[in-house]
């Protein structure tokens, strides 16, 4: 048996033996255990799909859960981003761009006298460039490009995809036409022995604010790779020392550099906090992530908690990947994994605003979109129909709370109302694509089962 998967498989046995609950009146902050076990049990119970933990050279945790398999890419959404940050820092080490470079000086239709003429590459991926756009809604390049600021360039931090997007068009043009996303398989990804799973389109461009799919482990090795300072089995493949430009805040942004979220100190009352509410739930002042935990933690973030987080002082990777669990807390899992300690106090799920559920709708229509290969006037019937769905899935996410006769009853009823979309839905599409969205649904059922009792199962 490999050295390196024996903790792994303690703690996964201790896991499946359960553990006593506390007496009564003890402090959740006094318990304190195994911190593989702990951590574990949280995503699971979250609707986890895959955790994974890296630690001093060796795979120290591997959990799928039932009927998944390590072979199975596995979307990152937002989590992307930080893929990307990483394609636009290799672009620069091959002297293809610069990162402050105006965007103007590779897309002449933003030269001129407009405040577009001022944005940076670099300001296109820490989202201050003044580009706006509904986060989650996957723009194809073209449309990208001709969106207005809403602000002038640096002066502001809005999470949305458009700036991405431009910058795929700009990378594309760098590259005299080769697809950015397979530029970067290669540049980056084969190396490692990784490679990208899936990569959703509109229109032929690369999703590049959140179309990524990789395995879990694919993931992992991206990130051992950035906390190798670029260095893959002795080869360097990419810079070190460019690489801490992916670390580098803005003032718009203190806690987030290219496509990458930081453990950085956000002073009370700043922007940037009610600005970065769309994608994650901000811990403290002290800290972005954690308040409580290492400086120099970083992540890549994406919807359905997605997680790429990365601590270099500790020698550490993890890859979490999940369903939709609102109840999801950074700071809680982090104790529990570097500390092995409960924090004092659960957090409340988080509301959904109306801008997230507009975020998952797109993203549901985009995943769809590719099943059964839509039209632009079935995107458009449909994208209401989504947007239903969504809100149902947020409730069926807040029943935990409830007893179990009123929990019983809210299950019927959104089960009915569940089959009455499906039905709208299936009355925009052809007789081919009603048999394809069924045996979707299936699958997609056929995975909630799985998980066992509960709504995030076990």
Known sequence: MPTALRPALLVLALAACGSAPPSGGEDPSERI???????????????????LVWVDGEL?????????????????????????????????????????????????????DSPRARVTIRQLLNFTSGLDGTPGRALDFEEAVGQALVHPPGEGFRYANAGFEVFGAVLRERLEGEDPVDWFEGRVLHPLGARVGDWSRTRGDPHLGGG?????????????????????????????????????????????????????????????????????????????????????????AGLFNQRLYIVPSRGLVAVRMGGPDQSWDDAEFLARLLEGQELEAARPPREVTDEQVELLANLRLQQVGRELELTLEQEEALRPLFRQQMEGLMELSRLQGLG??????????????????????????????????????????????GRGPGLGGR
């Open 60 to 112: 120290v945790l591997e959990w799928y859960a039932p009927g998944r398999q390590p072979s199975d890419p596995h979307i990152l959404a937002s989590g992307t981003k930080t893929l990307v940050g990483v394609m636009a820092l290799a672009a620069v080490e091959d002297g293809l761009l610069e990162l402050d470079d105006p965007v103007a000086l590779h897309l002449p239709e933003w030269a001129g």
């Open 212 to 300: 990524a799919s990789l395995t879990p482990r694919d993931w992992l090795a991206f990130g051992r790779l950035l906390l190798q300072d670029g260095v893959w089995e002795g080869e360097e493949v990419l810079d070190g020392a460019r690489l801490q430009l992916l670390l580098k805040p803005s003032e718009a942004a203190p806690a987030y550099g290219l496509g990458t979220w930081l453990n950085f100190p956000v002073p009370e009352g700043h922007p940037f906090l009610d600005a970065s509410v769309v994608a994650l739930q901000a811990d403290g002042p002290e800290g972005l992530i954690w308040s409580d935990g290492p400086s120099d933690l970083f992540m890549a």
């Open 404 to 449: 179990p006769l009123r929990r019983a009853a809210a299950l019927r009823r959104l089960a009915r109302e569940g089959e009455e979309v499906d039905a709208a839905i299936e009355a925009e599409l052809t007789a081919d694509q009603v048999e394809a969205y069924r045996a979707f649904r299936a699958r997609e059922r056929a995975d909630f089962r």
């Open 33 to 51: 255990g195994d911190p593989l076990e702990l951590a574990l049990d949280y995503s699971r119970d979250r609707a986890g799909n895959a955790l």
